[in-house]
């Protein structure tokens, strides 16, 4: 019994789980309702509450979000795909949060000691949860499914990680289901300005990655240089 509550069994635990659910999206293909549609005969406001379930299902398995948001738009419209798609994404978010938390936290605390820039991280999620999520959720640069386990292994508490997220991700969860709901008049203003939007997007997280990575470099090799700790003392 005591194996199975080691931190590195249910860290474990945590990757099968997600190899797994990798395993059942390929396998059933959630993204074939883009071309199919939602099953006739189900209520409007019923498939969409269905699709946020899927949605964060879909989510805490890895699956990118824009294809989801895209997906929500085009099923069910501005007016039901942007409630479904946020719904969605808090679940997922939700989901990750809880599994990081109650598997993988305790395995990976310990690594997080002498790397410096890791404990400034987990430092600023641990003290301000809410208003480092937010950033993190509105400026591009770090990946959705990495900033909720990351999240979850700090001591980021759980109800503002889920505020933050539900705020955060509004902007460019409504530009993907707004261009998702307008693909099929690609040249309307309405898709145009939703597409600038994720474009410039997409460029400033690229960006911000590619300055982040050189920050990170030097940070690392900085903290590599040899520290000469007083002069030769003679015979």
Request: proline share 7%; hydrophobic share 50%.
């Amino acid at each position: 019994m005591s194996l199975l509550l080691t931190p590195w069994t249910r860290l474990s635990l945590l990757v099968v789980l997600l190899v797994a659910a990798g395993g059942c999206v390929l396998l059933y293909e959630p993204q074939r309702l883009l071309s199919q549609g939602w099953t006739p005969g189900i209520p409007a406001g019923l498939a969409a509450v269905l699709y946020a379930l899927v949605y964060g299902l879909c989510t805490a398995a890895l699956v990118p979000r824009p294809l989801l948001n895209l997906g929500a738009g085009a099923l069910f419209g501005t007016a039901l795909g942007l409630p479904a798609a946020l719904a969605g994404t808090v679940l997922g978010a939700g989901i990750a949060f809880g599994l990081g938390r109650a598997l993988g936290q305790d395995a990976l605390r310990p690594l997080l000691k002498g790397r410096r820039w890791l404990e400034a991280a987990d430092g600023q999620l641990s003290r301000h949860g809410f208003r480092s999520m937010l950033a993190v959720r509105i400026f591009p640069g770090v990946p959705f499914q990495v900033a909720n386990y990351c999240a979850a292994v700090s001591r980021c508490r759980p109800l503002p990680f889920l505020l933050a997220t539900a705020l955060g991700t509004i902007p460019n969860t409504a530009a993907y289901v707004v261009a998702g709901a307008n693909a099929a008049s690609p040249t309307s203003p309405v898709f145009l300005v939703s597409f600038g939007f994720i474009a410039l997007s997409l460029l400033l997280a690229g960006t911000v990655a590619w300055r982040k990575r050189h920050r990170v470099r030097e940070s690392l090799d900085v903290q590599g240089t040899p520290v000469v700790s007083g002069a030769s003392h003679g015979p």
